[in-house]
Nanobody
Framework: QVQLAESGGGLVQPGGSLNLSCVTA????????MGWYRQAPGKQRDLVAS??????DYADSVKGRFTISRDSTRRAVFLQMNYLKPEDTAVYYC?????????WGQGIQVTVSS
């Protein structure tokens, strides 16, 4: 069983920055990849960024603004978000792929508004 705990969300003005963190607890063997998804009101949950041993992947809308990284233990994943826009407003979810199973955090609100 894998538990994911997100932190770092909040309210920020357009052009500002936030750094999201996700720490894993419980069984950590078999985690092949981690990532961040987001869901805005009335919309589907979409991939923002992911990281595996093969590299990173980003949604087109965040390329050049967001950076995903993992710590050396691979038990935490981070999302540095710069030059935030109002359209980045959403609930952000941490995701972990463990063998063939998907695990999700509870989600954290990010609001970009002046």
């Amino acid at each position: 069983q894998v538990q994911l705990a997100e932190s770092g969300g909040g309210l920020v003005q357009p052009g500002g920055s936030l750094n999201l963190s996700c720490v894993t607890a419980g069984t950590i063997f078999g985690i092949s990849g981690m990532g961040w998804y987001r869901q805005a009101p009335g919309k589907q949950r979409d991939l923002v960024a992911s990281i595996t041993s093969a590299g990173t992947d980003y949604a087109d809308s965040v390329k050049g603004r967001f950076t995903i990284s993992r710590d050396s233990t691979r038990r935490a994943v981070f999302l540095q978000m710069n030059y935030l826009k109002p359209e980045d407003t959403a609930v952000y979810y941490c995701h972990a792929k463990v063998y063939d199973s998907d695990y999700w955090g509870q989600g954290i609100q990010v609001t970009v508004s002046s």
